[in-house]
């Protein structure tokens, strides 16, 4: 509704207004709009962004290898150049899948350390054959 030039607000506002005035603050409001629209493109962006994948980093505090281990195997991933590893202050973090990746690894090397082991038996034996070669 219109009146001498003046238009209606919406009800309860009780402000009147003029074309140019109208049309001011519809190209405000334009320009706001486009403003949050990059604003939330930048957002969803940044939050798409695998570097920013937070939620799904283990550092040496969590890990089940254990600081020492987990240290060890982020220093490593990175003098490999291996991705999923960085080095944030004292913080040594894994990416999920780097993490998996590095407790398969270790679990076979500690599974080929134990397997090369003598059992007590074959220890026994051995020494058994030393002593018959010594005594001759």
């Known amino acids: 509704m219109t009146r001498g030039g003046l238009h209606k607000p919406k009800e309860g506002c009780g402000v009147w207004m003029t074309n140019r005035e109208l049309i001011e603050q519809l190209r405000e409001a334009r320009r706001q709009a486009r403003a949050l629209e990059q604003t939330v493109d930048h957002l969803l962006e940044v939050a798409e962004s695998p570097k920013n994948d937070v939620h799904h980093w283990i550092d040496q ?28 202050g004292k913080k ?34 051995a020494y058994q054959a030393l002593r018959k070669r010594i005594d001759g």
Request: include cysteine; charged fraction near 35%; aromatic fraction near 4%.
């Open 61 to 88: 505090d969590e890990s089940a290898l254990g600081p020492r281990r987990h240290c060890a195997a982020v220093r490593r991933r990175l003098s490999e150049g291996k991705a999923g590893a960085e080095i944030i």
């Open 92 to 125: 040594h973090r894994l990416r999920a899948d780097a993490y998996a990746e590095e407790r398969a690894f270790i679990g076979q090397a500690l599974a080929r350390c134990s397997a090369s082991k003598p059992n007590d038996a074959e220890e026994e034996a």
